[in-house]
Nanobody, 115 residues
Framework: QVQLVESGGGFVQAGESLTLTCSAS???????MGWYRRPPGKQRELVAR???????NYADSVKGRFTISVNNHASALYLQMNNLISEDTATYYC??????????WGQGSQVTVSS
């Protein structure tokens, strides 16, 4: 199991930017990592994903505004969020998937965007 801790959330105005960081205890058996979010009144949804080949994919709602990246040496995952809008308000979760298919989750970081 991988221990994951998110940081970097906060309160911002629409149009501003934030960068989330996910610090992992180990990425030894990790084949993919991602960011998910749970907006108020909605279920958890995929925001962005990156695999060991560096391939990325994004939700249509964030494509062109958010960028996912990973630093394997630092065992850290990042989500750069630009041009934030009120619809981005959610609790954001880091996910690490192992080669056996097990998914580990962080505790979440709150992002609130006001108009």
């Amino acid at each position: 199991q991988v221990q994951l801790v998110e940081s970097g959330g906060g309160f911002v105005q629409a149009g501003e930017s934030l960068t989330l960081t996910c610090s992992a205890s180990s990425l030894y058996d990790t084949v993919a990592m991602g960011w998910y979010r749970r907006p108020p009144g909605k279920q958890r949804e995929l925001v962005a994903r990156i695999n060991n080949n560096g391939d990325t994919n994004y939700a249509d709602s964030v494509k062109g505004r958010f960028t996912i990246s990973v630093n394997n040496h630092a065992s850290a995952l990042y989500l750069q969020m630009n041009n934030l809008i009120s619809e981005d308000t959610a609790t954001y979760y880091c996910m690490a998937e192992s080669d056996s298919g097990v998914r580990d989750w962080g505790q979440g970081s709150q992002v609130t965007v006001s108009s």
